[in-house]
């Protein structure tokens, strides 16, 4: 089975990736930084199913802390099979209001992070020829947000990666996709009040909020599939079109 590292795993859709890839017997290293307690209770409550994963503190937005997380899988697997780089962050701001420490903040947790965990996996996938990279973006990154000016740059910025990359290490059989996830039921997004809620609900298609198994299934088929590559694969309801 393969080995899969998940960053920011702790929470709404990276809690969601590690708990169902573990249940389909996927090896899992759930990657948290300051959410140790619900990294514990995700993994306790999956030991009960009879379910093994790792847990692993690491700031993903320091080289350092990268290298030793991606050091501790190698000892463990010997391989890396799967990078999910879902950790992010989010601020509702006026762009006049941003401070240079706001944006260093969420560029470097958003988008430096999978800068250093994609370099720090790659000699393990270039030497078995073989590897899966999927980035958890946005549809900010893709259209823009009013008063997220900062978190759609950082997410734009993981989409442009991905197609580089799908692009460079296409010929080493390692595939690297975006999933652009619109409005998710999650806790990053509790700020969100019912009226614009409804609205949101109102403006897609399919008249519904995302929830993060929606995400869930399409890395599953990224991880399966073997023809897909350098795409950023929105799934929002119709929200965006």
């Known amino acids: 089975m393969k080995n899969v590292i998940v960053t920011g795993g702790s929470r709404g859709i990276g809690k969601c990736i590690v708990e169902n890839l573990a249940r389909e017997g996927y090896n899992v290293i759930l990657n948290y930084n300051k959410s140790e307690k619900q990294a514990r209770k995700i993994q306790n409550e999956l030991r009960e199913e009879g379910i093994l994963i790792e847990i692993y503190k690491a700031d993903v937005s320091k080289r350092e802390e990268v290298k030793k997380l991606v050091n501790f899988a190698i000892e463990k697997w010997e391989s890396i099979d799967v990078l999910i780089n879902n950790a992010g962050i989010a601020k509702l701001q006026m762009f006049q209001d941003v401070t240079e420490n706001d944006w260093d903040e969420i560029i470097n947790t958003n988008l430096k992070s999978a800068f250093y965990m994609s370099q720090e996996v790659l000699p393990n996938m270039l030497h078995k020829k ?3 990279i999927i980035n958890i973006s ?12 900062v978190y759609s740059v950082s997410k734009a910025g993981m989409d442009a990666l991905t197609k580089s ?6 010929p080493s059989n390692i595939r690297v996709n975006s999933i ?5 039921d999650t806790e990053m997004n509790s700020h969100i009040d019912e009226k614009i809620k409804k609205e949101i609900k109102n403006q897609t298609p399919l008249g519904k909020i995302g929830k993060p198994i929606d995400i ?3 890395v599953k088929w990224l991880i399966d599939d ?3 590559t350098g795409q950023v694969i929105s ?3 119709g929200y965006v079109i």
């Open 216 to 218: 869930y299934k399409c």
């Open 138 to 149: 946005s549809i900010w990154g893709m259209v823009g947000a009013s008063c997220e000016t």
């Open 235 to 237: 799934v929002n309801g």
């Open 226 to 228: 073997e023809f897909t």
């Open 180 to 184: 652009a996830p619109g409005v998710i």
């Open 165 to 170: 990359l799908a692009k460079e290490l296409g």
């Open 130 to 132: 073989s590897g899966c």
